[in-house]
């Protein structure tokens, strides 16, 4: 067995379980590794602390998957921590109870599989590797997927860069089973998206705003809905559904906005107009035209990747709310969401007051929400934590 050794002083984090081990923390490396192999992590005093696979071409050089001196990181390991993942999923959250069903099956670090995302599409599943150690057992992560989820096919999607962070080759394309068709369509609460799994964004859909959308369509009744940033137009169909006056979805893709109209089509959903424009220059638009919103949400998506970037992070939501209360009526529901992990929901939520000072407007947060539950959060690794969405009411 190699053994990764720790400098003095820095076993803390990883005694409660954090995963990520920097380069920074270790002191040497005993034995010789290879990229992707098992390795014992150990404190400076030589104590065992926890078990994990070596990549020293990423900048995290061990992930760590076992607080058990016993137990080896066998394909045996892996099984059972998909199966805890899939036990959440289906006998708590009972998510695959429906037809064509929908969820996130296992969320890296929040699951304890750190490098590893797995989302379910009715038949089918797809997998994201950022870790170079998990991605070279690709081959049993997807016979034990296919066996556990009963889907026909599972299918590798790569993140943009990835390759370079972890030193790892890794393509597009299909793990076992059979290939997905162009078209998979699930339902979700009753309504029926159609996702392509190979060519959409992120894995093909946002599993993660399941709720959120149910929470926003419930006080959408009788109202004007804008769905900014809508990609294929959960919010605004869901509103659409739940009644709303009149819905329009704004988004800069056009194969987005298609798809979006392709599910207004798939559940009969008319009454939805469709803009292909960029958010602040549609948002300039409408109050030049003088229109106005009952319920206005900012869906926009990650604006910044690290700390260099988040000052224009900030700057960028801001500017969007300081537009969104210029259309929004005066007894409007503003909701934001922001997947930038970096911006914590106290800075989010001082972002919104500090436009809505400005904009001379109260502002009541109704509801401070986070992902549906099929993307928990591990206590010992906050950075799981990324999706906030406050519902709020503007006077
Ligand atoms: N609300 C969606 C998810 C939004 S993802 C849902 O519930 O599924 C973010 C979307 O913003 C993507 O579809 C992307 O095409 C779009 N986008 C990114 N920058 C944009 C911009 N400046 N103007 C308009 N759309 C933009």
């Not at 003095?8 to 954090?18: E, M, N, W």
């Not at 969007?320 to 210029?326: G, N, S």
């Amino acid at each position: 067995m190699h053994t990764v050794i720790l400098k003095p002083k820095h076993a803390l984090p990883f005694y409660a379980r954090h995963p990520w081990v920097f380069n920074g923390a270790i002191d040497r490396v005993e034995g010789s590794p290879a990229p992707g192999d098992e390795v014992e992590l150990v404190a400076s005093t030589g104590q065992f602390i926890a078990r994990g696979l070596y990549n020293a071409a990423s900048k995290i050089n061990v992930r760590l998957y076992s607080w058990d001196a016993d137990q080896p990181l066998d394909a045996a390991f892996f099984r059972k921590k998909l199966e805890a993942a899939v036990r959440l999923r289906h006998d708590w959250l009972k998510l695959n109870a429906g037809p064509n069903p929908a969820y996130r099956v296992a969320f890296s670090e929040a699951d304890g599989l750190s490098g590893l995302t797995v989302d379910r599409y009715g038949d089918y599943a797809t997998v994201q590797f950022t870790a170079l150690g998990l991605a070279s057992r690709r081959a049993a992560f997807g016979e034990v997927l296919r066996e556990l989820l009963g889907v026909k096919g599972v299918y590798v999607r790569t993140e943009k860069g990835i390759g370079q962070l972890e030193g790892l080759e890794l393509h597009d394309g299909l793990l076992c089973g059979e290939m997905p068709p162009a078209e998979v369509v699930i339902e979700e609460n009753g309504l029926r998206f159609a996702v392509n799994l190979t060519e959409g964004q992120k894995t093909g859909y946002y599993l993660d705003q399941r709720d959120n959308r149910a929470a926003v369509a419930k006080l959408a009744g009788g109202r004007r809905v804008l769905d900014a940033f809508s990609y294929s137009g959960g919010f605004g169909l869901y509103a659409r559904r739940a009644g709303a006056a009149e819905v329009e979805c704004v988004d800069a893709s056009e194969p987005a906005l298609n798809l979006a109209r392709r599910n207004a089509e798939l559940n009969g959903l008319d009454g939805v107009t469709f803009a292909r424009n960029d958010v602040f220059g549609h948002l300039d638009q409408c109050v030049s035209a003088g229109r106005k919103f009952d319920v206005i949400v900012l869906d926009p998506p990650k604006f910044a990747r690290n700390r260099a970037a988040l000052p224009a992070a900030v700057q960028g939501y801001r500017k969007l709310h300081q537009q969104a209360f210029k259309l929004l009526e005066r007894d409007g529901v503003l909701v934001t969401c922001c997947c930038t992990g970096l911006i914590t929901p106290v800075m989010l939520e001082e972002i919104v007051a500090a436009a809505a000072a400005e904009a001379r407007r109260d502002l009541q947060i109704l509801e401070r929400r986070g992902p549906a539950a099929d993307h928990p959060v591990a206590a010992s690794c906050r950075e799981s934590a990324y999706l906030k969405c406050l519902i709020s009411r503007v006077e």
